[in-house]
């Protein structure tokens, strides 16, 4: 299991991928700005 993190333009989105599938994510909203750096796969509902 591998886990990641990356940033959207307000919020942190967490997930946990197996074998290149993702099977877990999280969000969390910060209320601030920060740089985005998320790819579209780590975001996605």
């Given at each position: 299991m591998t886990f990641k993190e990356c940033a959207t333009s307000e919020s942190l989105h967490l997930t946990a991928w197996?074998?290149?599938?993702?099977?877990?994510?999280?969000?969390?909203?910060?209320?601030?700005?920060?740089a985005p750096d998320c790819q579209p796969e780590e975001v996605k509902q």
């Open positions: 197996v074998k290149g599938r993702r099977v877990w994510h999280g969000y969390y909203y910060l209320g601030y700005d920060v």
